[in-house]
């Protein structure tokens, strides 16, 4: 037989700068009709799930369906989840200006990704710990950590926690189960199955969580992680935050033939679930389901968040050079804050006038929180970080050759 010669299929994307967005070629099953297998199901009997999408908050801003009634939320619970999620968007504003006044030398944005960490945060318990990436900066704040400690990492000051060893928006806090975040992609992940390893072996209580972004998956360390997870049954919350977007490669290159990046878990009899992102309390309620089958022994659960990032990749990216400037605007899935916002009208506890009011008091004390910082010093002005410090809490015992150097520094 003689067969035609050979060709490469590169993935494209549908639409190009200029071209108008369509996102028709997602399907979304309307809120609250996406089933809530038990917890102890097998892997087996919710394959589905992985191909779907989790909703709970319709239309009309009411939260329907079996996952919403498995995850009781107070009035309270998610009107500070919603000042949480505001808080990370106006801190992003103050750190986003600042970069480009020239205050620090980079930040990275969660715009439209708010949910996803604010809301993660309410299934875990004191003691568990997050492998995140740099797009996850609400766990610290829906965790109850400083946002001026936050700022001062972004402008490398003289309060830094990371006294200057990490790029901006590379926190680490053990405190608050955040672990240093690294700048080689996908290491975390297995980071975190080693982790949730250690715990079981212990018999410890403490599960893990790790986080990796759509294009991220395309690196080996997420298949590695798969494979210890599923092989040991980790302790562990396999997250990952399909934005559309890995910097300016559409998410159709990393995702592959496997239709569903959740779809992924599915080879290695691992739980996966996709869910709406931009949906607050669908996020808390399959986070939750995850978080007890890692309590209950159970094993990894991988979990899908489907969202956007209305955004730029970073302060070093124009996303107009890849995608329309209207695609943010038409995704189907709309704005997590305004969302939740719309929800807790439709409850009778907040309203346009309080939502408005809110914005401005948290934008007030962000503004004033981000003068303390400055004050102390920025990426061009006032107090740094001792050169010295570069040296330590490395070794238990300072090598002679670092003791050298450190001498000849002036130290």
């Not at 926690?161 to 790029?167: E, V």
């Amino acid at each position: 037989m003689d067969y035609p010669p050979l060709s490469l299929t590169v993935p494209e994307p549908e639409v190009r700068p200029g071209g108008t967005p369509d996102f028709s070629r997602v399907p979304i099953p309307r809120a609250g009709t996406v089933r809530r297998p038990e917890v102890d199901a097998d892997p087996e009997e919710i394959r589905d799930l992985a191909f779907t999408i989790i909703r709970v908050l319709n239309r009309d801003g009411l939260a329907v369906g079996p996952w919403a009634e498995a995850v009781a939320l107070s009035d309270e619970d998610l009107t500070e989840g919603l000042r949480h999620m505001m808080m990370l968007r106006a801190y992003d504003a103050r750190m986003q200006m600042a970069q480009r006044q020239q205050k620090t030398s980079f930040y990275m944005q969660h715009l439209g990704e708010e949910a996803v960490s604010c809301a993660f945060t309410r299934a875990l318990n004191p003691g568990d710990m997050n492998f995140p990436t740099y797009r996850q900066a609400g766990l610290l704040i829906a965790s109850g950590y400083p946002v001026r400690s936050m700022m001062n990492q972004v402008y490398s000051n003289a309060e830094d926690p990371m006294r200057g060893r990490q790029l901006p928006v590379m926190y680490s806090v053990k405190d608050h189960g955040f672990f240093s975040i690294s700048g080689n992609l996908a290491t975390q992940y297995i980071q975190a199955v080693g982790w949730a390893m250690a715990s079981a072996i212990s018999g410890d209580r403490k599960i893990a969580a790790a986080w990796i972004g759509d294009g991220s998956t395309a690196e080996s360390d997420f298949h590695a992680a798969l494979v210890f997870a599923s092989t040991y049954k980790a302790p562990v919350v396999l997250n990952i935050v399909n934005n559309q977007w890995a910097i300016s490669t559409f998410q159709g290159i990393a995702r592959g033939g496997s239709g569903t990046f959740a779809a992924r878990g599915l080879g290695f009899g691992i739980p996966s679930l996709r869910v709406d992102g931009n949906d607050y309390i669908a996020v808390v309620a399959v986070a939750r389901w995850a978080a007890e089958r890692a309590r209950r022994n159970l094993g990894p659960t991988l979990i899908e968040y489907v969202t956007y990032r209305q955004g730029a990749h970073s302060t070093s990216d124009d996303p107009s050079a890849y995608r329309p400037a209207e695609e943010s605007a038409a995704w189907p899935l709309g704005d997590p804050i305004l969302r939740l916002k719309n929800h807790l009208i439709a409850r009778g506890v907040w309203s346009e006038e309080r939502h408005v009011q809110a914005e401005a008091e948290i934008m007030a004390t962000m503004i004033a929180t981000q003068k303390e910082a400055e004050a102390i010093g920025t990426l061009h002005s006032g107090d740094h970080p001792s050169v010295r410090e570069m040296f330590e809490d490395v070794y238990e015992t300072m090598p002679p050759h670092l003791r050298r150097q450190r001498q000849e520094a002036g130290f």
